[in-house]
């Protein structure tokens, strides 16, 4: 008798860098309480005044900011510029984070999911044995919310996250669901055709490419459905939630994107280097990669093409220098997880470390300073976007969850309050913070993942 045979953990490919991952069929299904949320969930529309709210989480890898001052002290300083636009909120313990199974870098990457890990075979840093989350992610939920008309419901970027052992638990941030993570794209000129290509493209042309594109997708929907005949229980139900995301895949090739306002023009993005996956491997390429990132986010938005990002720099498995950084003159050599594991006493690893962080906020400046400069009705693009900077842990030589600081920028179109230095000194979880998020895109909830970490939303935070 034939069988077919497909590998542990398969991706499928072929649309412009897109990668939708199989869920891991020997592992847990999504819980009875994950499909109550993911039913719970509003999908309308919503805007503020003419314009959509968006979206965007920023990830930096190993913790170590220092505590943030109503000041702008130490490197914080360099977000000064938009400080009217930024909310600094410290004392939030991950309590979500803190459950096995998982070392501390492992468990801290599902923070977005609210929950623990499932069980799993990735190997964590001090050996310890996880899987993937084990639900749906804060940005694909509020996808629901504000991404259901858009080419993409989210785009999820990726700056040489998967350079430290490929894709694993600790290279992804973004999940539809309990083991169904959204692999990061990584390429940037994989994102520009995949998003860009039929932006005044000449019609026969922009069809051509669809139907190739469509054709992918119908011989892999063909072949999971004859793996579904083989499976029985949840491993068939978690099959049909992958299927689901493939067919909806499809539903949005038909959309090339609604133009919002004047904007919205065409990147500019040079040719692809010879040699693709060694520039892209390249360390000292990380700051023309992520500029290239930003670039085609924010015009992606300015499109309409995706109301909701994650833009993750690195990863949790985070064993890179910074050469294009000095310190006393000279490159950065040194790994950025080792530096951020020293010992506090160790005054020069904690210099270049700061150095990193700086060059790390003056990335979101730049992000943000490009969202303020596109107008909508009385503000900006960054008055209509919510933005969440923060890392997997607290600290790397603790690796802690507790007290843990989170930058949330923007607003939301009016939904959150910024100007603000919130510390709420280990007295609420993280959970709350995903809350008032999903609240402030008019989802209806009082709990979002571990409803044993949820106590409500963050008032203060809400306007």
């Known amino acids: 008798m034939s069988r077919l045979i497909l590998p542990r953990r398969t991706f499928l490919k072929g649309l412009g860098g897109a990668s939708l991952a199989l869920p891991l069929m020997g592992s847990l299904g999504c819980s009875p309480e994950d499909q109550k949320r993911i039913e719970k969930v509003s999908t309308a529309q919503q805007r503020a005044g003419r314009f959509p709210k968006r979206f965007i989480y920023m990830y930096t890898p190993n913790g170590s900011y220092e505590t943030p001052t109503p000041e702008f002290s130490n490197y914080w300083s360099v977000l000064a510029p938009l400080r009217e636009k930024i909310t600094f909120i410290t004392g939030l313990d991950m309590l979500s984070c803190m459950k096995p199974p998982g070392e501390p870098h492992q468990q801290g990457m599902a923070l977005l999911t609210g929950r623990r890990l499932n069980s799993g075979t990735f190997v964590g840093g001090d050996g310890s044995l996880a899987g993937w989350a084990s639900g749906i992610s804060l940005d694909q939920e509020i996808a629901k919310a504000v991404g259901q008309t858009t080419k993409r419901s989210t785009l999820n970027l990726g700056v040489q996250s998967t350079n430290h052992g490929g894709t694993e638990v600790r290279t992804v941030c973004s999940y539809l669901g309990s083991d169904l993570p959204v692999p990061n794209e990584t390429n940037p000129w994989n994102v520009f055709d995949s998003l860009f290509s039929d932006l005044g493209a000449d019609p026969e042309g922009a069809e051509t490419l669809k139907l190739r594109r469509k054709s992918v997708l119908d011989r892999v929907d063909k072949k999971y459905e004859k793996l579904v005949t083989k499976l029985s229980g949840e491993d068939k139900k978690k099959l049909e939630q992958h299927l689901d995301a493939v067919r909806e895949v499809e539903k949005r090739l038909d959309t090339t994107g ?6 919205c ?23 023309t990669i992520a500029k290239l990132h930003i670039d085609l986010l924010v015009m992606a938005f300015a499109c309409d093409l995706t109301r909701v990002a994650t833009l993750q720099f690195s990863a949790a498995t985070n064993n890179r220098p910074h050469p294009w950084l000095l310190h006393n003159g000279s490159p950065i050599l040194d790994d950025e997880h080792g530096l951020s594991h020293q010992a506090d006493s160790a005054t020069a690893a904690w210099q270049k470390l700061g150095i990193i962080r700086k060059w790390n906020l003056e990335q979101l400046l730049y992000l943000m300073t490009a969202l ?6 009385d503000g900006t693009m960054l008055d209509n976007t919510g933005i969440i900077l923060t890392s997997e ?8 969850h507790m007290n843990q600081n989170f930058l949330v920028a923007g607003g939301c179109g009016g939904a959150l309050k910024m100007n603000q230095f919130i510390n709420y000194d280990g007295e609420r979880p993280h959970n709350d913070l995903l809350v008032s998020m999903l609240q402030a895109y008019g989802i209806e909830t009082d709990t979002f993942g571990d409803e044993e970490s949820c106590t409500g939303p963050l008032t203060e935070l809400m306007a």
């Open 258 to 263: 609604g133009v919002i306002g004047g904007d």
């Open 265 to 287: 023009q065409m990147p500019t993005i040079s040719s692809a280097p010879l040699g693709i996956e060694q520039f892209l491997g390249d360390p000292t390429n990380f700051p």
């Open 372 to 377: 303020n400069n596109i107008g909508e009705d």
């Open 393 to 400: 842990i607290y600290r790397g030589n603790t690796h802690s």
